[in-house]
């Protein structure tokens, strides 16, 4: 279990086109390089005038194709959207850990800062699942504009213990993913989307991050949603009210 763990937390689809084939015609495939040299694809949409551009860290499975939906919502409402598909996803080289999603992270925010010129209060990062780990990672960072946080968790022994009653997950884990001693350390505005029905990463986890979080915070609950069936409509008006009210849309 302690080898084989990492292809227990993470479950890369390498298989992925162009983001015309997905409906994104308007969207442009770029190429980044961490740190370590590993070449990562990402897509890309600029913001109209005054709108943010939101960064989005994915989850732990499929790649880019599978959140297409959500780009064009995100697109169609006025925002500027990269989304990054990790080492190993789609057609970014190597292997997911926990180290590389953060090298991928900061690769993500040096194109989008010094690349695309973008300035950091211009900027909400997004996480989703696996990805809020690293979205809170980048958060303590960067002096964004906004923090959203899909379906967190505290750190991955968490879920991980829930999964797995049986093993010493504390014992065994790599990648821990801490956002729970993080998060502490953001001042930026946050918001948080979970399922009351999540049996993957219990809503109890989130509420205990957003906790610890600082204020401004605002959580949105959804009843009978469990951990990938959100309504894509309703989280994007979410986002742009949110963005509003915290005048992040000027």
Known sequence: MYGLQRNLMYHPNPNIEAPASYGLVDFSAVTLTAQDGTKLEAWYHPAKENYPTIIHFHGNAGNLSHRADFFSLVRDAGFGIIGVDYRGYGKSEGSPSEEGFYQDGRATMYYVTKTLSIPENKLIIYGESIGTGV????????????????????TMAAPAIIQYPFLPVNLLLKDRYDSLSKIVNIHVPVLFFHGENDTLVPIELGKELFAKANEPKQAIYYPE???NDYELDKLVAAIVEFSAVQQIIK
């Open 135 to 154: 979205a809170v990672q980048m958060a303590t960072e960067h002096k964004i504009a906004g923090l959203i946080l899909q379906s967190p968790f505290t």
């Open 225 to 227: 949603i469990g951990h």
